[in-house]
């Protein structure tokens, strides 16, 4: 069963405002790393570890089943008690998939609901702007804080988390770490070619679990799926990490966001890009006195 309607326009409004949250207008748009297959379909390649895992299915499920949401739903929603440095940079693509504009901001937020205050700005090429996707959301503005990606990337209960759908799913467990070292369960889902896997949208999942608290604390997401005359491709990325910018334990916010996206609609070109934001140099809201 393919994903609800709802669902599916919501993610498209994401793939959208996260190109807009970084100040572009898009027309019909997406992207890739390299040339877009010719069957229309990203390849999953080198992410794609099934085979590798010894893991059970049922102790597969079974984490799935432990695993805690709380790191990864308030990690944008806590950014407002922080100060934090954000680059961002978005590339618009052609159809080969090579760069055709690209821009780059740099830009600091104080702890706070202000907009941020631009350190750097840089610029190459030019950016197509107008489309029949342009009028999805209300361009902000290039300060504007960040948006709550995690509301958008992850539904309440995904087709690979949902018991009644998970047949359509192969599932694969692996240890692991990030860059810091701190031990992580790295889950994938792949759906599965046939039955009601080739129905399903949401096509692979990884989800990064810290192994101590099994809070989701990384996450990404390759869809393919058509909303009515639209044909979209995706490849979304949220990975958090452990800030002591302040007293108490340390907390998971965002380290970095990836949107690759390419959406398709007839008898007009194909429009790709692909947009990411750095976090870095937290620091925490001092205490009122």
């Not at 590339?91 to 907009?115: K, M």
């Not at 941020?116 to 361009?139: E, H, K, W």
């Not at 429009?271 to 140099?281: G, K």
Request: hydrophobic share 40%; aromatic share 6%.
């Amino acid at each position: 069963m393919h994903p609800v309607w709802p669902e599916r326009a919501r993610f498209l409004k994401f793939v959208v405002v996260g190109l807009l949250l970084a100040g572009v207008a898009v027309g019909t748009a997406g992207c890739t790393d390299g040339p877009v297959p010719s069957a229309g379909v990203w390849e999953i390649g080198d992410v794609d570890t099934l085979a590798a895992s010894t893991a059970s299915r049922d102790s597969v499920l079974a984490l799935l089943g432990r695993m805690q949401r709380t790191a990864l739903d308030s990690a944008f929603a806590r950014l407002d008690a922080y100060g934090v440095t954000r680059r961002v940079r978005t590339e618009q693509l052609d159809t080969t998939g090579a760069v055709t504009a690209a821009r780059t901001h740099t830009l600091r937020y104080a702890p706070g609901a202000e907009t941020g205050r631009l350190q750097r700005a840089d610029s190459t090429g030019t950016f197509q702007r107008g489309g029949v996707l342009s009028g999805i959301s209300p361009q902000p503005t290039r300060r504007a804080r960040p948006a709550n990606l995690a509301t958008q990337a992850l539904a309440d209960q995904p087709a690979y988390l949902a018991p009644r759908t998970q047949e359509a799913y192969r599932y694969a467990l692996r240890p692991g770490s990030l860059p810091g070292g701190t031990p992580v369960l790295v889950v994938e889902a792949k759906a599965r070619a046939h039955g009601r896997g080739a129905e399903q949208g949401i096509r692979y999942a990884r989800l990064t679990l810290d192994r101590a608290s099994l809070q989701l604390v990384g996450l990404t997401v390759f869809r393919n799926s058509r909303i009515l005359l639209f044909q979209e491709q995706s490849r979304v990325t949220l990975r958090l990490r452990p800030v002591s910018a302040g007293p108490g334990p340390p907390v998971w916010l965002p380290r970095r966001t990836r949107v690759r996206a390419r959406v398709d609609v007839p008898l007009r070109a194909s429009r790709q890009f692909r947009t990411v934001s750095v976090y870095s140099e937290y620091e925490a809201q001092d205490a009122p006195s």
